[in-house]
């Protein structure tokens, strides 16, 4: 456990924490206003939450010759958390984008609906 400083622990130890409340908020705003591309967020932040986790582990473990297959577990599950990360976001920008339309069709239906 003497790799990483007591403050780097710190950082570390209260980024996982911070990444976790961040996960439950998001699921929880998605819950609140029945948008469910919020929870897909959520789910998606999972990948990278295992790569901060792979990273204490090792460090935990004073950067152990034996656990060099967690670096690239790490590795991967940063990989997959981006690519998980940016489809999340792309579907939560889609379903802004519908609600808009949505919003801008009625809004105009009424309009011309007046006379």
Known sequence: MHALSIPTWIIHISSVIEWIA????IWTYGELTGNRSWWGL???MLPALVSAMCACTWHYFDNAESLEWMVTLQAAMTLVGNFTLWAAAVLIWRSTKSTKNDTNTIAAQSIKSEP
Do not use: G, K, R
Request: charged share 0%; hydrophobic share 85%.
């Open 42 to 44: 959520s789910l998606a």
């Open 22 to 25: 961040a996960i439950w908020l």
